[in-house]
């Protein structure tokens, strides 16, 4: 009776182990496609007019300053 709980537990834990043992290829995806989104709006953030002019200011500061 011991050796069936043993062997019980030992089965337990590896279907356990292996359930959480990485993501599937659908979850790749869906994080791929979360990923490419992602940087496609930080693109377009970056890329703005209002952004790019506050980086040409701070540039033009930091190139501008004096020691």
């Known amino acids: 009776?011991?050796?069936?709980?043993?062997?019980?537990?030992?089965?337990?834990?590896?279907?356990r182990s292996r359930a959480?043992?990485?993501m599937t290829t659908s979850e790749?995806?869906?994080?791929?496609?979360?990923?490419?989104?992602f940087a496609a709006v930080l693109?377009?953030?970056?890329?703005s007019a209002a952004v790019m002019s506050q980086l040409q200011s701070l540039l033009k500061g930091a190139l501008d300053a004096k020691f």
Do not use: H, Q
């Open 1 to 15: 009776m011991r050796k069936i709980k043993n062997w019980t537990r030992s089965v337990v834990r590896l279907a």
């Open 43 to 47: 693109y377009k953030v970056v890329t």
């Open 20 to 22: 959480d043992s990485g």
């Open 28 to 37: 790749y995806a869906v994080g791929t496609i979360a990923a490419c989104a």
